[in-house]
């Protein structure tokens, strides 16, 4: 398992680096659009009672809503107030994630899917668009924090995070994951020219609320009865698994370059 991880991620690596360097910006735009896609899919197939009509016109209704952005010229003003919604939708999956287990409708975790994946897509869509080198250093602090928590709790780890929602994760894990992201803030903070202590508790913050979207993800797994939403990465299960961090940091990120640097 460790293996495959191990060799998904540099393959991952390698093809992101190739796309963002070599290849025009509609490209890479085409691949952010189309992991969020097949994310969308493997969201709505966690919700009981559903089937593939329901799912594919979801992801349908998903797919229009992205098509909507693209094809508005929102302002930096309309972008700061939609980062500022995107993050108070993660502020309460946080609150939500002290009552779990709950009883909800179906339709809760279909909203949660349309909310937490169009807010993610956008802010990518958004922060590459701003700057390629930002994504890159963005996408690094989330993967240093998701691999300094894994081996982290997986040689020290004692004291559950969130049993209820994901035992394997664990307090030592937590603090590993901040750790390595902490330490790769420093260097990024000199790639990008940006104050170094000031963008280390940036990195911090970006690290916890990566935390939120991977247990809020977990949530709705265990709830549905699945480990993980899909099999089309080894190792590491579906796209959904592997952005889950990224789709609530996003915005946070998408707004600290509208704060920091506008």
Not at 33 to 52: C, D, G, H, Q, S
Not at 80 to 98: A, E, K, Q, V, Y
């Amino acid at each position: 398992m460790l293996k495959e991880r191990i060799k998904t991620g540099v393959i991952g690596l390698a093809f992101l680096l190739i796309t963002m360097s070599l290849f025009e910006e509609y490209v890479f735009r085409l691949i952010i659009a189309t992991v969020f896609m097949i994310a969308a899919w493997e969201w709505f197939n966690l919700i009981k009672e559903t089937n593939r009509f329901l799912c594919l016109a979801n992801t349908v209704i998903f797919f229009l809503l992205g098509c909507y952005y693209q094809a508005n010229n929102f302002t930096i003003e309309h972008m700061f107030i939609f980062f500022n919604l995107s993050l108070l939708f993660w502020l309460f999956c946080l609150i939500l994630l002290f009552f779990y287990p709950i009883r909800y409708k179906n339709f809760i975790p279909i909203g949660f899917g349309y909310a937490s994946l169009i807010t993610g897509y956008i802010a990518l869509d958004w922060i590459y668009l701003f700057s390629s080198q930002y994504l890159f250093a963005f996408l690094c602090l989330i993967w240093a924090m998701d691999i300094g928590a894994y081996f982290t709790g997986k040689k020290f780890g004692k004291i559950k995070l969130a049993k209820s929602i994901s035992p394997n994760k664990t307090w030592e894990g937590l603090i590993g994951g901040l750790v390595s992201t902490i330490m790769l803030s420093f260097l990024i903070s000199k790639i990008i020219y940006f104050d170094a202590i000031m963008f280390a508790f940036f990195s911090i913050s970006l690290g916890l609320i990566s935390v939120v979207g991977d247990l809020t993800v977990s949530m709705f797994k265990r709830n549905s009865n699945q480990k993980d939403t899909g099999k089309i990465l080894p190792g590491h299960g579906g796209f959904l698994d592997r952005i889950d961090s990224i789709i609530s940091s996003a915005p946070l990120f998408a707004l600290g370059c509208i704060y920091f640097l506008f």
